[in-house]
């Protein structure tokens, strides 16, 4: 009778491959740039040719610790390659170099920033890996090709404890992740490409069970939503299993973005004995204590830290913050703004609204925009009067479509600002006597036309009237 | 038909008298031939080259990665080894010849890329004549379980040559080509050297480079060189050693003149005989032999004192289960998929590599990778790999607690028996994995070895072997030229 009696939770562990950001591979010197036509970046050590043999590049190494160190995990001075022996056709040695027993770095943790507060999640373990190849389907009728040009490229596999309860969660956990991992520049993170990919097990129990239940584990989430739909249909399909009197079966799954299912792939029954054991062609992999320190006083400031800085240092809002530290290149680009143009709000205004506008329209990065300083001085030619902020965003987009600087365009095309007294009396003489009704109607009581008077006089000055002097003068001229 | 004069005596002609560099190649491919064409074929090679590809091997000159070529003559003196025709065991890569490994998954494969040591071996003169016959994938201790037919004894064809480097060894016996390459895992060089008669340096674990030599057990494979002499087995290893940052299993550090204790003699050397290695197992022959050469270097004033190293007992039984490990999971790349060949007909992935692989591995490769992967597998892998581990540290503190006693070098027989008839122990394979009681340690240890040969009973010729500690080269070899130059006063 206890069916359906207690509601259940997810228990829920991610493992993140991540692709290191190398120019070679992690044993030979193969360039990994992604799509090259197959098989052009191999050699005889990533083809597995008999005889060749396997040597450790360092600056993967130097990018994994970094890693490593992000996510507050102890890395070991002393780690061990070791093999993983399968058989797959785009695997060319019938093993995969991995770690095992020994990993680069154990018990790390985390902490995610959920609408709610933090959480802290747990990183059981880091490691450093080869990949495989890649089987294509779709090449050869009837027959399967394999490209090679990936086998050998480093990765790091970051595994988490189960600690994340929900969809949203592990959504929130992977994305915090990628952050991170951008921000120390060691993966481009491209989910398209496969540079970050990631697996979840998930399993069920009653709310307030500590025993875990048997978990799946779900495979093929190429993007955020995929991962927190993924997640949300396997906790859906446990729990109907669960509520129904059913048990689980330990299974790995695929996830069907298209017809948002999962479905089995194979059965722990079949599954590996990957029978490990140390890489006789590889010596322990040694990093000296002084090393590691070095590379943790080496960390470029991580996103929460920055965040908190920005709030305090430049006085900004929390939401600001945020906005401007979601990525390390926009990060990077406000605080050189700010500095240039001494006004941190200001700055943030004109980051985050009309030039993250801009970027958007123009498809283009942060980095390719406008120099920070040629933003600085455009905000000080709006913060003198000089020009409007309405004209400001028109300079804004000349700048980006043609590389001159805001005070070359406002001095070409004659946008300064005008306070003229004599000027600013023929554009609103000129524009009250086209509009008699209008002025009638004003004088009537329709106090709203006020505004219909303003724009007017914007519009025929080309934007560059003063506007605090026209209120004052069309209030002066339509006084009865 | 003459033998093939030493390696310095060619050196010397090739680098005065001029005339045709290729000459002593060309006669030892003469004498290859030969030996292949008689009723009762050596079959020492696999592959011989013809002798106008041959001109592509003889560049001399390039260094290659730093690599040992130092020695006699300086830098002015013609290479190390100019003109000298070399055999190569068919598990190293070299172009313009297949790579085999004497396995019939690999027949007709011709590597893309060229073994450090045959690069080395080229750039310091020497001539590659041929490919050398072996047990298939380096595993066997007689070249019977070769996939392309057995190798003879030269001394007498109806026993075999030893294994699993029998080919090269034969080829050097027969007189052939005046050295050879092999390879050690667990005494492939110094047990057939021993059977043939002839000299197989077995140098310590990441002197010499490994890229390129298609691996059997990672950890315990080692180039080798064999030849008719001490020196001349010197003289090859001189050619091929040294770092090599293809392979990170390789030691950076400088090469020795291995050569540099020749005439110092034996005097003040502790030689340890171990206690283990003289049990009454042991045939009486190949014990009054080993006995005697020790005599000679007792009254040559070496001081000869009895040490025990009491995990050899153990040394067989680990070997057999770590060389496995490593093999079944070093041969997993023979799928059918890239290389090599792939059984006709598979309809699935899985197919193709359990057809391919069924057809294509002979009986002692299917037996090894079998006991390898159940070695490994989830659940045994504590009580056979981890226990094989720590009898392999076991084994090696033995070796380290006799040198801190004092004990220069040690001497032992090298193989229990001299060579015996072709098949008496195909069907037995734990006595055949018994010849290599004597050798596996060095092996498992990472030290150096050398066999010698120490006498003959019947005809049969009987090997002899220092061990020394690792990186000590060269006075294991000195005192192997000692024992040599003994032996030949006495005989």
């Known amino acids: 009778m206890s069916a359906g009696a207690g509601a259940l939770e997810a228990v829920i562990g991610l493992e993140v491959h991540i692709q290191l950001r190398t120019e070679r591979k992690l044993f030979c010197g193969d360039s990994t740039r992604f799509g090259d036509a197959p098989n052009t970046n191999v050699c005889p050590v990533c083809l597995g040719l008999p005889g060749a043999l396997p040597t450790m590049n360092g600056h993967a190494v130097t990018l994994a610790v970094r890693a490593a160190l992000a996510f507050d995990c102890e890395v070991h001075e002393t780690s061990v390659f070791a093999r993983k022996n399968y058989f797959y056709p785009d695997l060319p040695k019938g093993y995969q170099i991995s770690q095992f027993e020994q990993p680069l770095a154990t018990t790390g943790q985390f902490r995610v920033r959920l609408p709610d507060g933090e959480k802290v999640v747990r990183v059981r373990r880091m490691h450093m890996e080869e990949d495989a190849g890649k089987s294509l389907h779709d090449r050869v009728p009837g027959g399967t090709a394999v490209d090679l040009n990936r086998a050998g490229t480093p990765l790091v596999e970051m595994v988490s404890e189960p600690d994340l309860r929900t969809p949203e969660e592990a959504r929130a956990y992977l994305q915090q992740v990628k952050q991170i991992l951008e921000y120390l520049d060691v993966s481009d993170c491209n989910m398209e490409e496969g540079s970050l990919r990631v697996d979840a097990n998930v399993s069920v129990r009653p709310v307030g069970s500590q025993a875990l239940g048997t978990k799946t584990e779900l495979k093929n989430m190429n993007s955020f939503s995929g991962v927190e739909k993924a997640i949300a249909a396997e906790v859906r399909r446990q729990s109907e299993i669960v509520a129904g009197g059913g048990r689980v079966e330990h299974i790995t799954l695929l996830w069907d973005d298209a017809r948002g299912e999962v479905r089995p792939m194979r059965s722990k029954e079949e599954s590996h004995d990957y029978r490990y054991f140390p890489e006789p062609d590889l010596p322990p992999l040694v990093i000296p204590v002084a090393e590691i320190e070095a590379a943790r006083g080496e960390l470029p400031e991580l996103p929460h830290t920055r965040r908190e800085r920005f709030g305090r240092e430049y006085a900004l809002p929390t939401y600001d913050a945020e906005v401007l530290t979601s990525t390390r290149g926009l990060a990077d680009y406000f605080e050189a703004v700010a500095r240039a143009a001494d006004d941190p709000k200001q700055a943030s205004n004109w980051v985050m609204g009309p030039l993250l506008a801009a970027l958007k329209e123009r498809g283009i990065e942060v980095g390719s925009s406008v120099a920070p300083a040629a933003l600085a001085e455009l905000i000080a030619l709006v913060r003198d009067a000089t020009i409007s902020q309405n004209v400001g965003k028109e300079v804004l987009r000349k700048m980006l479509d043609s590389g001159r600087s805001a005070k070359e365009i406002v001095e070409e095309e004659g946008l300064a600002q005008v306070r003229d007294a004599g000027q600013l009396e023929g554009w609103v003489d000129a524009v009250l006597a086209a509009h008699a009704d209008e002025v009638a109607r004003f004088r009537t009581g329709e106090k709203k036309l006020q505004g219909f008077f303003m724009g007017e006089v914007m519009k025929s000055s080309r934007g560059k009237a003063d506007p605090g002097e026209v209120a004052r003068l069309l209030a002066r001229k339509l006084a009865p | ?491």
Request: hydrophobic share 40%; with cysteine; charged share 20%.
């Open chain 2, 1 to 491: 038909m003459s033998e093939s004069p030493g390696v310095r005596e060619i050196v010397g002609a090739v680098g005065t008298a001029g005339g045709d560099p290729l000459r002593f190649a060309n006669a030892a491919l003469d004498r290859a031939r030969r030996a292949e064409s008689e009723d009762t074929p050596l079959h020492a090679f696999l592959a011989l080259a013809d002798s106008a590809a041959m001109g592509g091997g003889a560049a001399t000159g390039d260094d290659l990665d730093g690599g040992g070529r130092s020695g006699k003559g300086g830098p002015k003196g013609p290479p190390l080894l100019a003109g000298v025709p070399v055999a190569v065991k068919d598990n190293l890569c070299a172009f313009d010849f297949p790579t085999t490994c004497a396995s019939r998954i690999l027949e007709g494969y011709v590597s893309p890329y060229e073994a450090t040591v045959v690069r080395r071996l080229r750039s310091a003169g020497g001539v590659i004549v041929g490919k050398t016959n072996m047990d298939e994938f380096a595993m066997g201790s007689s070249t019977e379980n070769s996939g392309f037919g057995p190798t003879r004894n030269p001394r007498d064809r109806s026993r075999v040559p030893g294994g699993s480097s029998g080919g090269s060894a034969a080829a050097v016996a027969a007189g052939i080509v005046p050295c050879a390459l092999g390879s050690d895992t667990g005494g492939s060089v110094r047990q057939p050297a021993s059977l043939c008669g002839v000299v197989g340096i077995k140098p310590t674990y990441g002197r010499v480079s490994r890229y390129g030599l298609v691996a059997y057990a990672s950890s315990l494979d080692q180039v080798g060189t064999i030849g008719r002499t001490v020196e001349d087995a010197a003289l090859l290893l001189q050619a091929i050693a040294g770092h090599d940052p293809r392979d990170a299993t390789s030691a950076p550090l400088p090469v020795p003149d291995f050569l540099g204790a020749r005439g110092r003699g034996v005097r003040g050397l502790t030689v340890g005989l171990p206690r283990e290695y003289f049990a009454k197992e042991l045939d009486p022959a190949v014990q009054r032999l080993c006995r005697e050469a020790l005599g000679r270097l007792e009254e040559a004033g070496a001081v000869v004192r009895e040490v025990s190293l009491p995990h050899t007992k153990f040394a067989v039984p680990a070997y057999y289960i770590l060389a496995p490990a490593e093999a079944s999971s070093n041969l997993a790349r023979f799928d059918g998929v890239r290389y090599g060949s792939r059984a006709p007909g598979a309809d699935s992935a899985r197919a193709v590599y359990e057809e391919t692989r069924t057809r294509g591995f002979g009986a002692e490769v299917v037996r090894r990778i079998m006991l390898g992967t159940f070695a490994l597998s989830a659940g045994y892998y504590e009580a056979y790999y981890g226990r094989a581990q720590r009898v392999r540290s076991l084994v090696a503190s033995d070796f380290g607690r006799v040198w801190a006693e004092g004990v220069d070098l040690l001497f032992t027989p090298t193989s229990p028996t001299p060579a015996f008839p072709l098949g008496e122990r195909t069907d037995d394979p734990v006595s055949m994995y018994l010849s290599d009681i004597f050798t596996v340690t060095a092996n498992l240890a990472g030290i150096p070895g050398l066999s010698l040969p120490v006498g003959a009973v019947d005809g049969l010729p009987v090997g002899g072997q220092f061990l020394a500690p690792m990186w000590e080269e060269p006075k294991m070899i000195g005192a192997a030229l000692a024992l040599e130059s003994l032996l030949e006063e006495a005989r």
